[in-house]
């Protein structure tokens, strides 16, 4: 069986090639999904950790613990939590960093043996860190030795600078705890040995810093443990903390639900949920899932229209060949075969095939999900900074087995079906069958019209709710999968209502020139009416590729590029450096006197250092601003002191956004130094006019008056109005005022107060140098903006990356199809017709003619699908793109959305069909030229 | 070889021979045939399957190019005609039946024998004619008949009223009858006598039925490519 099926396929060489390509792509495309989500999902998880780190300056990955144990419980506590403490990081999956314990002993009274005046009775607690003498730097003396006690019996101990100063002790003096009984009974003496501080280098360790160890002396962690805990832990009233710190950087989605359910099962359901305190990557993983889930559902559903077109090619190219073979079927079948050995030689063709195909298909998937990682913008990819090189670090997961399972499950199934129906063909139905003629199961089930009315009905309810839309994505909840199908849906039922149609619209345009038509135009009309039905599938085929391929780059230019614009508005300038400003309320005024307070402006000079600006500015940028609205009241708003010149040149706003250009409103500002721009807000909600007068207050409440010279409703980098997410998971929209006003008239009337600098860089600007000016001038930025990272941070979001990368491969992989699709279906289609061609030939039809013939054929084929392609496409981008893009809508998307259509994709679009259909004229025009006429009609004899 | 004086030559052979290339070196598969067919009369190519008589069909019908020798219609090397003068020359003068079915399988009875009218250029009371020539060929009642729905027989004659349609001068016909029953292959040949004596057609046809042999003006028996 295997030998006759390796022949069969070998006899069809360019079919088995073709199934092939068609399993290898599936298989490609089905798996480098859950690749690419894999590799996605942990760089995103890692973000999320990374963005806590550098906001919060804390290791985000840490459990806390603590408990009290209390005088005659015996220890119980402390060895139960203990033996949590060590099996903690097991029951999370994660690597263990580090574990930090902290016991420390209730306060007791304390008194120095030194007899010092100064030095009354002290209240400290007795404790240990552990790892303290590795992460700890001593600023004087020495660190307890490892032993931890001094030949005289004295505990060493170290205490930090706070307990140094507000304790007044020094080193080397001996402190004796009264209360506190060594194991022999005596009083415990200990001896100050050193003061410690944190180590030079930002260290995760102190999760408690020195500055808050300061009633604490700290020992050596075996000597606590000797002294005050196992049997004699039940004298004692121990505070225990426990610090777990794991690794993030090395934590991997899949770790992630076995890391969630354990913690909520900690903090809630545990036998230690009164002891350990809600961890912050609780949080994290939080909002970390409900992305997952959102690009989950999203990339998924926007995979479904190729992985659709991809089984239908197959379905195509498997019938095409169960057609070709319909007469060697029929034959075994009247040579005795049943049809189950039939069926089964196909299947057995089939899983080979897929088997085959499959292989390479993991293997190519790996490549595509490596395109998926590293895609920078529609059709553009950049594999330097990619995400997961080719064959790289992609692993393959189980999550990946069950795709690629799934892949070869469909592939079998799509391709063996068809044989079912061919298995019972005998010869003689077979002839029945040739002379039947009838309307398409999908014309007559109105497959069209049924597409066409679920797709309106998603644009309906999805135009509906576009506000909406905003606020659930705000609340992470799901998105409606019409949102995405919908487009799809629409464009297959546009798609076959035009198959619906074509052949009415040949049949008049026959009508139309009865008179005029040729004997080679006559010939294809009727070919059309007669055979038409057969190339629904490859016209389908190509007008979806290009109404999809045109519906894909709209769609992926319109949603990054929206983002980007947006990203591009809210960052305000290249970059912004908002330092720390000391002032002179810590001196305090000699002799008691009130010191007028005053600001100390850090060095300007240092901005012109910068190599990479090209220019900046001054802006004032109060947020604790307000005007006075009248009575008591007062209306919280941003205050933005600028230069308008400056100001105007730094920043750059996009076109068409307000009546005119922002640079006009500036113009009006520098002209009346006492006038004030303000936001639309105080037109709409508080009813000033042009010309009104309004006193706003900066965060001191320093006054000063302005007339309104006009209303913004965008400015460089502010955001109007935004919505937040309440506790309780409504959203509310609050609405931001803003005052603009010169900051020359500011400063002559309040002196110098904090202002931010407005950068704007050189085209060639080195993006670290910008880094590396922040640590050579020793900047303390309390808010830096970086324009050209918040982009690149848009570009990489897994969310926007994925949409583009499959929007992209999609689009390749379609265009792939079209072309291998129509040229085959071509191909067969003559050499099946080329007795007819030789009985044309043979009346005298010229050559010429015949290539007339196919000429028309093509137009009443390829060119009706591509117009019909065009066509849909024009209207489903119309139509769909807005409800695809509101669903990749920020919360803080300030700008109007656009559509974005690039012409140069559509014109790679159309160079790509059009060359498709050229070559296919060309191997027609060959195959037509090659064509012997007494050969062509000796076919016929069979 | 018989020979009939009396009108003038339609088809000269002279010295033909037809070579093809094969795997181990070339086949024979006409050798030296000479013939003057004069126009109108009906001349029976006769040999058994596999003699070269279909090869001899095609020389003369242009589709073919004779390795040796030429043939000469009207007086006029068809070898030496271009691509396009065969075609015409097929297109307006010639009607073909073949062997193998030979109608366009898009096109009903009607429309198949219309085509050729419509190849031939000629323009006006083609229904007229298309429903003549398929009552004559005893077709008259499945005129709309697909070729898919007709029987063998059927659609070998509405490819010899295709033939005939556009007056052509020369029908050649590659065992037309081969499909037939001897009834109606008696027809057949009853009505090639018919066309060659009403329309003055000439009409070569081959055949290996030794009944109908009788029927011709002139017999050309071919053997293993050679005249005998």
Not at chain 1, 591 to 598: L, N
Not at chain 1, 670 to 696: C, E, H, M, Q
Request: proline fraction near 3%; include cysteine.
């Amino acid at each position: 069986m295997f030998k006759m099926m390796l022949q069969k396929l070998l006899s069809k060489k360019w079919m088995s090639v073709c199934l092939l390509t068609g399993i290898l792509l599936l298989a490609a495309t089905a798996v480098s999904f859950p690749m690419y989500r894999s590799t996605a999902f942990d760089r995103m998880l890692y973000d999320e950790f990374r963005e806590h780190l550098s906001t919060e300056g804390e290791w985000p990955a840490v459990n806390s613990f603590i408990i009290v144990s209390k005088k005659d419980a015996g220890g119980k506590a402390i060895s139960r939590m203990e033996g949590l403490m060590e099996e903690l990081c097991g029951m999370l999956g994660v690597t263990e960093k580090e574990t930090v314990y902290y016991y420390s002993l209730a306060k007791a009274d304390a008194r120095s043996l030194m007899n010092r005046k100064d030095v009354g009775t002290l209240s400290l607690s007795l404790g240990f860190l552990s790892g303290l003498e590795e992460h700890a730097g001593m600023l004087a003396g020495e660190m307890y030795s490892e032993e931890g006690i001094a030949d005289d019996g004295c505990l060493e101990a170290v205490i930090s600078q706070s307990c140094m100063v507000s304790s007044k002790l020094l080193i080397g003096e001996i402190i004796e705890f009264s209360g506190l009984k060594d194991p022999e009974g005596k009083p415990v003496r200990a001896r100050i040995t050193g003061v410690f501080q944190e180590g030079r280098e930002k260290d995760f360790y102190w999760r408690r810093t020195p500055e808050e160890l300061s009633q604490d002396i700290l020992v050596s962690e075996t000597v606590f443990r000797k002294y005050f805990t196992g049997d004699r832990a039940g004298g004692y009233t121990i505070t225990c903390c426990y610090e777990s710190l794991f690794e993030y950087e090395d934590l991997e989605a899949g770790q992630v639900k076995r890391l969630k359910e354990t913690t909520e099962w900690l903090t809630g359901e545990s036998p230690y949920r009164h002891t350990i305190s809600e961890p912050v990557y609780a949080k994290i993983l939080d909002t970390y899932t409900r992305k997952q889930a959102r690009i989950d559902a999203a990339l998924f559903l926007l995979q479904i229209p190729v992985l659709v077109l991809l089984g239908a090619f197959l379905f195509m190219i498997s019938g095409q060949m169960y057609d070709m073979e319909r007469n060697d079927i029929s034959v075994m079948k009247s040579r005795g075969a049943s049809g189950g050995q039939v069926f089964a030689l196909y299947l057995y063709q089939n899983c080979f095939l897929t088997v085959l195909g499959t292989l390479a298909g993991v293997w190519l998937g790996r490549i595509f999900a490596g395109g998926l990682g590293s895609a920078r913008s529609f059709l553009e990819f950049d594999f330097q900074g990619s995400l997961a090189l080719p064959g790289g670090d992609v692993v393959l997961s189980w999550e990946t087995i069950l795709y690629t399972a799934a892949a070869m499950a469909g592939c079998i199934l799509i391709m063996t079906l068809p044989a079912g129906k061919h298995s019972r063909l005998t010869i003689v139905n077979l002839k029945q069958k040739k002379a039947q003629r009838k309307h398409s199961w999908w014309e007559i089930c109105c497959l069209d019209l049924i597409c066409l009315a679920v797709a309106l009905y998603g644009y309906y309810t999805c135009t509906k709710n576009q506000g909406a839309v905003a606020e659930s994505v705000l609340k992470g909840e799901n998105m409606d999968p019409l949102q995405y199908v919908s487009s799809s849906l629409f464009i297959v039922g546009l798609g076959l209502f035009a198959l619906r149609l074509q052949p009415l619209i040949i049949k008049a345009i026959f009508a139309l020139g009865r008179r005029f038509w040729g004997p080679a135009s006559y010939i294809s009309f009727m070919e059309n009416g007669k055979n038409g039905r057969k190339q629904q599938f490859i016209m389908l085929l190509l007008m979806m590729a290009i109404s999809l391929g045109m519906f894909h780059a709209v769609a992926a230019r319109t949603i990054l590029q929206n983002a980007l614009k947006n990203a591009d508005y809210l960052a305000g300038a290249d970059y912004i450096v908002k330092e720390v400003w000391e002032d002179n309320s810590s001196q305090g005024g000699k002799g008691g006197d009130p010191v007028e307070f005053r600001y100390y402006e850090p060095d300007y000079e240092k901005y012109d250092r910068l190599e990479s600006a090209m220019a900046c500015t001054k802006v004032i940028y109060d947020t604790k601003a307000y005007v006075d609205t009248g009575g008591n009241s007062r209306q919280d708003v941003t205050l933005m002191g600028i230069h308008t010149r400056q100001f105007g040149e730094i920043t750059r706003m996009p076109e068409g956004l307000m009546e005119k250009h922002y640079h006009e409103y500036l113009n009006e500002l520098a002209l009346n130094p006492d006038g004030i721009l303000v936001s639309a807000d105080f037109r709409d909600i508080l009813g000033y006019k042009k010309g009104d007068t309004i006193t706003y207050c900066n965060f001191q409440g320093n006054q000063a008056r302005g007339k309104i010279l006009d209303f913004v409703s965008y400015w460089p980098g502010y955001v109007f109005s935004s919505m937040e997410l309440n506790p309780d998971g409504s959203v509310s929209h609050i609405s931001r005022p803003l005052v603009i006003a010169p900051i020359g008239t500011l400063s002559s009337r309040w002196g110098t107060v904090p202002y931010e600098v407005w950068i704007s860089a050189r085209e060639d600007a080195d993006a670290d140098e910008f880094y590396r000016w922040i640590k050579d001038e020793q900047v303390r930025p309390m808010r830096y903006v970086d324009r050209s990272a918040d982009l690149e941070a848009v570009i990489r979001d897994p969310l926007l990356q994925g949409t583009n990368g499959i929007l992209t491969m999609g689009f390749l992989v379609i265009l792939l199809l079209c072309g291998v699709g129509y040229l085959i279906y071509w191909i067969l289609s003559i050499r099946s017709r080329e007795m007819i061609f030789g009985i044309l030939r043979a009346g005298g039809m010229h050559k010429g003619e015949i290539f007339h013939i196919l000429i028309n054929e093509q137009i009443f084929c390829g060119g009706f699908s591509v117009a019909a392609g065009i066509l849909i496409g024009k209207l489903s981008c119309d139509m769909f793109v807005p409800i695809l893009q509101t669903a990749y809508v920020a919360a803080n998307q300030i700008l109007p959305l656009q559509l974005i259509t690039r012409q140069q994709d559509l014109i790679r679009l159309y160079g790509v069909t059009g060359a498709v259909l050229a070559l296919c004229l060309c191997i027609l025009f060959g195959l037509v030229q090659r064509l012997n006429v007494a050969k062509a009609l000796k076919l016929g004899e069979e | 070889m018989q020979e009939t004086q009396q009108s003038r030559t339609a088809i000269e052979i002279n010295h033909v021979g037809r070579t093809f290339p094969t795997a181990g070196g070339s086949f024979q598969a006409l050798k030296d045939i000479n013939a003057r067919i004069p126009e109108g009369i009906l001349t029976i190519l006769k040999g058994r399957s596999g003699s070269g008589k279909t090869t001899l069909l095609n020389i003369i019908g242009a589709l073919d190019t004779p390795s040796q020798g030429h043939v000469l219609i009207d007086g006029k090397n068809i070898a030496r005609l271009t691509e396009r003068q065969k075609d015409n020359l097929r297109r307006k003068q010639m009607g073909f039946v073949f062997q193998a079915v030979s109608l366009i399988p898009s096109l009903n009875a009607w429309q198949n024998v219309e085509f050729s009218l419509r190849m031939a250029g000629i323009r006006g009371s083609r229904r007229e004619r298309v429903e003549e020539c398929l009552r004559m060929v005893g077709l008259g009642s499945r005129m709309t008949h697909m070729p898919a729905e007709m029987s063998g027989g059927e659609q070998q004659r509405v490819a010899i009223a295709r033939a005939l349609a556009h007056r052509p001068r020369i029908i050649l016909a590659d065992e037309p009858t081969a499909e037939l029953d001897s009834a109606m292959a008696a027809e057949v040949t009853r009505l090639f006598a018919e066309l060659v004596e009403k329309e003055k057609v000439t009409i070569i046809m081959t055949t290996h039925d030794v009944g109908l042999m009788d029927a011709g003006g002139m017999v050309i028996e071919l053997e293993n490519g050679e005249q005998k």
